[in-house]
């Protein structure tokens, strides 16, 4: 027995959206005004959406717990996979001791944190996300910069900040990829107009994170360094998205924003070297106590887990994907009580279609795997650390992560069933009865989307159909809000629970969550109104600048 959705079930569109937003509401009170637990603010927020789906949606009981239980399984693998191993690879170096060798080479470059949380969370923390994507460079650079001595809140306050420039083009450019997939627009012209948004605001997050670290005065201190990292970004992200394809802006852009630092450093260091007013004053750049042969043994642990994350992403050059995708690809569960149960309709799509409730046990072809693969050769590597000493630090590390596992699983049940029962559908709806003005409120549905799901391409799957159809409606071109549901999606990231679960556990702030959100909070939304203006002048007065 098929269930048929209803986008408007209270008959006005704008108070079924306020009614279908009540879970939002609530994880926003509970994290930003409450502080509450993640863990906490996540189970409100679901058992509240349960109701609704079930009370106002009219959604069989059945079909809700169902797709809870999909949603939190998705949450559990890949997605906590991620986090588990990247963690674990981390721990590993630091109970090694590998990981103060990574600290005085990073410090013999500079000791400046400015500078530090440039190379780490901003070009590494990119070139993590071209290959991985799905929570793996907040994972790993968090972790990494409270291992040089960062305060933690800002740790992860920073690197989800930084995580924003890079992730519309994020895993090898899926994000891109399944807008125009789910659109049928071609995908270049998707990438040439992502191309053309992002990089305006990929070119300032050097200097907002600066402004966020030390202020204006000190963010002026390392402005040469900040222009640079941020030309060389925007400059390559754009070229790439608009030249050569969808695949690589993010990869391109970090190695060369890397080497364009590493080149500047040699030439030029700021007047005053900063710290954090918690730490002891800056010694100044000390001297690299280790052979470059003990550097890159130390560094290996991380470039292996670079390498593999490409090789396990890449479908375009080597094709490793393909083959592991092959094997995978009989591992999957047409999940029980929900797959082909619910009846998705017009105007969210042309018309009536099954909801398919596929559940894949990507196992080989998951970055999580490639990322434990990693840590398994490093063991080859890393100097007195066993096997017997790996897996008992992999069991501290997943015991270390219970809450944020906990906690992401049910935001993602939060977000399939707010999917499924057609809650966030009407959320969407509602944005494109604005006409004229739905341009400007176009990114807010990305926006949206990844705050619900904590991922772009996730938002991408849920809102580009919509995207076109209510731009075409509108008499606006379908490529830019298709395109500017991902640019608006970026800013999302930082404020998304399970992107702040991720910081948290990276960063040992486990039920610190709303210290982060409240921390981000302001960024994610200055970020949002920009990307908002800036489609809504793309739209009509700045049109000229699409191709």
Known sequence: MTWVQNYNPLGSIVISALVAAIPLFIILYMLGIKRSKGHVAAAIGLLSAFLVSVFVYGMPAGLAVGSILNGAAYGIFPIVWIVITAIWVYNMTVESGEFEIIKNSLASITDDRRLQALFIAFAFGSFIEGTAGFGTPVAITAAMLVGLGFNPVYAAGICLIANTAPVAFGAIGIPVVVAAQVTGLDLMHVSQIVGRQLPFLSIIVPLWLAVTMAGWKGAMEVLPALIVAGVAFAGTQFYTSNYVNAYLPDITSAVVTIIALLLFLKVWKPANTWHFPDEKPSQGIVKCSYSTGEILRAWAPYLILAALVFLWADDKFIGLKKTLVNIDKDLFILWPGLHNLVVRTVPVVPKEALYAAKYSLNILSAAGTAILFSGIISLAIIPNYGIG?????????????????????????????????????????????????????????????????????????????????????????????????????????????????????????????????????????????FMAVLTYLQAYALHWMLP
């Open 389 to 529: 000493k790996a897996i008992a630090c992999f069991g501290r590390t997943a015991k270390q992560l219970k809450w944020p596992i906990l906690t992401i699983a049910m935001i993602l049940g939060l977000a399939y069933i707010m999917n499924y029962s057609g809650m966030s559908s009407t959320m969407g709806l509602a944005f494109t009865a604005t006409g004229s003005l739905f341009p400007f409120f176009s990114p807010f549905l990305g926006w949206l989307g990844v705050f619900l799901t904590g991922s772009d391409t996730s938002a991408n799957a849920l809102f580009c159909g919509m995207q076109k159809t209510a731009a075409e409606q509108v008499g606006v071109d379908p490529y830019l809000t298709v395109a500017a549901n991902s640019s608006g999606g970026v800013c999302g990231k930082m404020i998304s629970p399970q992107s702040i679960s991720v910081a948290t556990a990276a960063t040992g702030l486990v039920g610190e969550e709303s210290t982060i959100f409240r921390f981000t909070l302001g960024h994610s939304i200055a970020m949002i109104i």
